[in-house]
C-alpha cells in the first residue's frame, strides 16, 4: 500500500492569512486528487492532478503536482472562514484503478 | 438527484448486535466502496464493489461483510458488533476510469 502522509496535522490562523499544506509519498502516482470534508459530511472532491508539474488554481486555491508525481501542495490565500474543514489528499493504490487510498488529512480552522 | 444516501445516520450497537448499514446511488455509478474514518487514521478502505455480484477486501475487511445484487445498493453488515468498530462509515461510488468518488453524508456508528 502506498502510503500517503500529510503534513501538518493541524493548522489554525486567521483570516485573511495565506497557508500551504503538503501530501508527500515516496510512490510514483498516475494522478493525485484533493478532497475537502466539512464536519458532519462526507468528503467532496476538490481537484485531480495528473501530469507532474501541473499547476491547477481554484479561485483562492492552488494545487501543484510535484515534477516526479509523487508530491502535492495546496495553497490558499487570503483564507476564509468558510475553508475551514479537513483536507484529504488521495491516490491509487496497488496499481488498482478502483482503490484509492486517503492520506490522514490536514484539520484547517480560519478564525475569525 | 440524490447522489448517494446513507443510513441511518446514527446508530448506538451493544457488543455482539447485529446490524446492516445501508448505501443506495442513484447515478449508474459501477464501483462502490465503503470508508471508514477514525481520528487519527484517515479513511480506511473496507469493501469495494466494481459492479453487481463483484466485491472484494480493502485494507480493514474483518468483521464486516458486504454484498451487491443490484447497481444501486451496496449495504455493509456487521455481524457481531465490537467496540473497534465504533467510527463513522462512508460509502462512495464512482464511475470506473474517473477516478472522482461521491460520498455520502456517513453513518455514525457507536459500538458500547
Known amino acids: 500500500t502506498q502510503l500517503l502522509e500529510q503534513s501538518p496535522q493541524f493548522l489554525s490562523i486567521q483570516e485573511g492569512e495565506n497557508l500551504t499544506v503538503y501530501c508527500n509519498s515516496s510512490?510514483?502516482?498516475?494522478?493525485l486528487q484533493w478532497y475537502r470534508q466539512e464536519p458532519g459530511e462526507g468528503p467532496v472532491l476538490l481537484v485531480t492532478?495528473?501530469?507532474?508539474?501541473e499547476v491547477k488554481k481554484l479561485k483562492r486555491l492552488t494545487f501543484q503536482f510535484g515534477d516526479a508525481r509523487k508530491d502535492s501542495s495546496l495553497h490558499i490565500t487570503a483564507a476564509q472562514t468558510g475553508d475551514t474543514g479537513l483536507y484529504l489528499c488521495?491516490?491509487?493504490?496497488?496499481?488498482?484503478?478502483?482503490?484509492?487510498?486517503f492520506g490522514k488529512g490536514t484539520l484547517l480552522t480560519v478564525n475569525p | 438527484n440524490a447522489g448517494v444516501t446513507q443510513t441511518p445516520k446514527f446508530q448506538v450497537l451493544k457488543t455482539g448486535q447485529s446490524m446492516t448499514l445501508q448505501c443506495a446511488q442513484d447515478?449508474?455509478?459501477?464501483?462502490m466502496s465503503w470508508y471508514r474514518q477514525d481520528p487519527g487514521m484517515g479513511l480506511r478502505l473496507i469493501h469495494y464493489?466494481?459492479?453487481?455480484?463483484?466485491?472484494d477486501q480493502g485494507e480493514v475487511p474483518n468483521g464486516y461483510n458486504v454484498s451487491r445484487s443490484t447497481t444501486e445498493d451496496f449495504p455493509l453488515r456487521l455481524l457481531s458488533a465490537a467496540p473497534s468498530q465504533t467510527s463513522v462509515y462512508f460509502c462512495?461510488?464512482?464511475?470506473?476510469?474517473?477516478?472522482?468518488?461521491?460520498f455520502g453524508a456517513g453513518s455514525r456508528l457507536t459500538v458500547l
Open positions: 488521495a491516490a491509487n493504490s496497488g496499481g488498482s484503478n478502483y482503490k484509492l487510498t
Open positions: 510512490s510514483v502516482f498516475s494522478s
Open positions: 492532478v495528473v501530469t507532474g508539474g
Open positions: 447515478m449508474n455509478h459501477e464501483y
Open positions: 464493489s466494481v459492479g453487481a455480484g463483484i466485491t
Open positions: 462512495a461510488s464512482m464511475i470506473p476510469g474517473a477516478n472522482v468518488l461521491t
